[in-house]
């Protein structure tokens, strides 16, 4: 049957850059891209994890290469954008996923390391990469960043305010360059994760996640890294082409309930 729409569901053949792919939602996202087609650039502050999560791709018949990034790395950063641009002959979709929290009460001796950490790993590292990926996703015909901020972002929890801060700040970053890049095509777009399954919650017992799930949100369970991958995709879609410079919350509901 002849198609009566114009617009692509599908990032076959799209070159892609994750970072923080050896867990958690990056995992899930690179598995997903990799699913659907796209040449996936694999990278994560742990080469080993990274390597077995690009190598299960393969395995799949998908395509992925590993790097090791350390995100908090500026030298690194440029070295590995450049060889996946190399690689792959360019770069269409950014996700700039890799993270860590560290509750810290901002009066313990060490909260200024929290606070210096903690803004170099979740934003200025987006910043840095950006800033690198640019000039490959101007030459393509469909770029598209999507920021990985948090629901920390749009509400906030006690005693992990330097978490907060970064994750309000990339919020920021995403709004202004998306009418930043706009006038050029790029889309520039975050996704607010709510409670989800990962490295990042291991340390929650099952016990806790049920009382906070049931408490905070409509769905009444935390969620799993691939149902935020899917969030994620669907921002690097062609199709995706008008949607620019939102903080999408994927949390169940947390947001938005009051009671
Ligand atoms: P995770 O701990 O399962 O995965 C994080 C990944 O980032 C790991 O593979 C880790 O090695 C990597 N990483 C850490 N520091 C890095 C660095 N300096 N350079 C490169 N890679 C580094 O955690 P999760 O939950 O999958 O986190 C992904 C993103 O989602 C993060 O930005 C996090 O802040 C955000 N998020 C997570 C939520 C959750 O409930 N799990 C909720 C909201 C946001």
């Known amino acids: 049957m002849p198609k009566l729409s114009k617009l692509s569901r599908s990032v076959a053949g799209r070159r892609v850059l994750i970072t923080g792919c050896a867990s958690g939602m990056g995992r899930a996202t690179a598995m997903l891209f990799a699913d659907e087609g796209a040449r ?51 770069i269409d979709i950014l996700v700039n996923n890799a993270g860590i929290a560290i509750p810290t009460p901002v009066d313990a001796a060490h909260y200024m390391d929290t606070w210096e950490l903690t803004h170099k790993v979740l934003l200025t590292a987006q910043v840095l990469i950006i800033r ?15 920021n990985i901020a948090s629901t920390e972002g749009l509400g ?40 989800i399954n990962t490295g990042m919650t291991a340390g929650i ?23 935020v991958a899917h969030a994620t995709l669907s921002l690097c879609l062609p199709a995706a082409s008008f949607i620019t410079g939102v903080a999408l919350p994927v949390d169940g509901g947390l947001t938005i309930r009051r009671a």
């Open 40 to 90: 996936v650039a694999v990278t994560d502050l742990h080469h080993e994890g990274a390597e077995t999560v690009a190598a299960k791709i393969r395995e799949a018949g998908g395509q992925a290469k590993a790097w090791k990034l350390d995100v908090s790395n500026p030298e690194e950063i440029r070295e590995v954008v450049a060889a996946v641009a190399r690689e792959f002959g360019g």
């Open 132 to 146: 690198e990926a640019l000039p490959h996703l101007r030459e393509s015909d469909g770029a598209r960043i999507v």
């Open 156 to 195: 906030a929890t006690g005693g992990n305010s330097a978490y907060a801060a970064a994750k309000t700040g990339v919020i920021g970053l995403t709004r202004s360059l998306a009418i930043e890049l706009g006038k050029e095509g790029i889309t520039v777009n975050c996704v607010c994760p709510g409670p």
């Open 205 to 227: 017992s099952d016990e806790d996640k049920v009382v906070y799930a049931r408490r905070r949100t409509a769905l009444r369970r935390y969620g799993d890294p691939e149902e």
